[in-house]
């Protein structure tokens, strides 16, 4: 079983910064691509920024947002600065991970973690 675990969500003030982390963890045969996508609410899930061959980011995020790995830790992280309020959001990792089970790829979601950014 695969798992991808989320931490370093919270309250934040417009112009702060957080760093968002995700851990992949199982019967990891190898990992392809990991990103961040958020949702707010009433509103569909989004990229934000995705890691792979190419780097990705949204419009909204460029020259704020900065994704970086450490594959040998299965480790994916999100720093976020220049916060503004609409960054408010679920925040979610996502990874194209094929498992030892039967080497097939598959997206795998964590659980999402709070970002606020509020004064």
């Known amino acids: 079983q695969v798992q991808l675990v989320e931490s370093g969500g919270g309250l934040v003030q417009p112009g702060g910064s957080l760093r968002l982390s995700c851990a992949a963890s199982?019967?990891?045969?190898?990992?392809?691509?990991m990103g961040w996508y958020r949702q707010a609410p009433g509103k569909q899930r989004e990229l934000v920024a995705r890691?792979?061959?190419?780097?990705t980011y949204a419009d909204s995020v460029k020259g704020r947002f900065t994704i970086s790995r450490e594959n040998y830790k299965n480790m994916v992280y999100l720093q976020m600065n220049s916060l503004k309020p609409e960054d408010t959001a679920v925040y979610y990792c996502?990874?194209?991970?094929?498992?030892?089970?039967?080497?097939?790829?598959?997206?795998?979601w964590g659980q999402g973690t709070q970002v606020t950014v509020s004064s």
């Open positions: 890691s792979g061959v190419i780097t």
């Open positions: 996502n990874a194209d991970i094929a498992a030892y089970t039967d080497y097939k790829r598959r997206d795998y």
């Open positions: 199982g019967s990891i045969f190898s990992i392809y691509d």
